[in-house]
């Protein structure tokens, strides 16, 4: 898998060094691409209160994927915040957060496909256009199919944990222009789904634009 090699085009302002990419992802649309090590992803909630459901692989060996378990057992919180590492199924380094200006993000609400939304929301929404088909489309660009798509991390999305063990989906945190920002540990393969969900609050009911934007960050990664 071959990661990009074009010069930075312009001068960054997240203040993770130049920029090499910066591209507005549509309402409901996919998006993917290979961060090379030290590189810095930042990715935007243009509008306010959207949800960015998020994939991340090992780009020279794809089944070395990023795995809740791993990531939540390393940090000991169910949130993920600034200075949480995402982790392999085999506990080595893919991402850190280096800059959220959201609390929290959600790791546990999982992704939205036609089959979760006719069981929580019924039969009538059966032909929408879910998470799982963004990642199933994005997926195949790299020879990947449905056995690759794990669980995934849903940025900017607000899901408060009860003391009982029970999930909710809630009105968000974020609000329009506010970021969140990951460093490459190594060559990743990063998948997003900008989610197409309308029946709960996660995106305000009303799905709108994420702005993807690659930095070169630095060369000082993480060590497993």
């Known amino acids: 898998?071959?990661?990009?090699?074009?010069?930075?085009?312009?001068?960054?302002?997240?203040?993770?060094?130049?920029?090499?990419?910066?591209?507005?992802?549509?309402?409901?649309?996919?998006?993917?691409?290979?961060?090379?090590a030290g590189q810095v992803l930042t990715i935007v909630d243009v509008d306010g209160n959207q949800a960015v459901d998020f994939l991340a692989y090992d780009a020279e060996d794809t089944s070395r994927a990023y795995s809740v378990q791993a990531t939540l057992q390393g940090q000991?919180?169910?949130?993920?915040?600034?200075?949480?590492?995402?982790?392999?199924n085999e506990h080595d380094?893919?991402?850190?957060?280096?800059?959220?200006?959201v609390e929290r993000h959600d790791t546990l609400g999982g992704a939205c496909s036609k089959e979760s939304n006719t069981l929580r929301y019924g039969h009538h929404t059966w032909s929408q256009h879910g998470c799982a088909d963004n990642f199933l489309a994005e997926l195949s660009k790299y020879g990947m199919g449905k056995r690759d798509q794990v669980s995934?991390?849903?940025?900017?999305?607000?899901?408060?944990?009860?003391?009982?063990?029970?999930l909710g989906i809630v009105d968000g945190i974020s609000a329009p222009g506010l970021s969140v920002s990951l460093r490459a540990e190594r060559d990743v393969l990063v998948?997003?789904?900008?989610?197409?969900?309308?029946?709960?609050?996660?995106?305000?009911f009303d799905p709108s634009r994420a702005e993807m934007i690659v930095s070169a960050g630095t060369t000082g990664t993480q060590e497993a």
């Open 191 to 204: 998948v997003v789904s900008n989610c197409p969900q309308v029946n709960n609050p996660c995106n305000g």
């Open 76 to 88: 000991g919180s169910v949130y993920l915040t600034e200075g949480s590492v995402l982790r392999t």
């Open 152 to 166: 995934n991390v849903n940025w900017f999305m607000n899901v408060p944990v009860d003391p009982d063990g029970a």
């Open 1 to 36: 898998m071959t990661a990009p090699t074009t010069a930075p085009t312009t001068t960054s302002t997240t203040g993770f060094g130049p920029e090499f990419s910066r591209e507005t992802v549509a309402p409901r649309a996919p998006w993917s691409a290979v961060l090379t």
């Open 93 to 101: 380094p893919l991402l850190t957060v280096v800059g959220t200006d």
